[in-house]
């Protein structure tokens, strides 16, 4: 029992360090400027924002 507890104590821990580094990838820009979506395999660049 004790050890299922140590588990969920260390999913919360990740979720709440993987969550706002995953939040910080995602930003919102004006229309007109540059998009840049940094990922695993390299960096999308767009200037429409999709």
Request: net charge positive; aromatic share 2%; charged share 25%.
């Given at each position: 029992?004790?050890?299922?507890?140590?588990?969920?104590?260390?999913?919360?821990?990740?979720?709440r360090v993987?969550?706002?580094?995953?939040?910080?990838?995602?930003?919102?820009?004006k229309q007109?400027?540059?998009?840049?979506?940094?990922?695993?395999?390299?960096?999308?660049v767009t200037?429409?924002?999709?």
């Amino acid at each position: 029992m004790s050890a299922m507890i140590v588990g969920l104590d260390d999913l919360v821990a990740v979720c709440r360090v993987a969550a706002p580094v995953r939040a910080q990838s995602f930003r919102k820009v004006k229309q007109g400027k540059v998009l840049i979506v940094s990922r695993t395999r390299g960096a999308d660049v767009t200037s429409r924002g999709e």
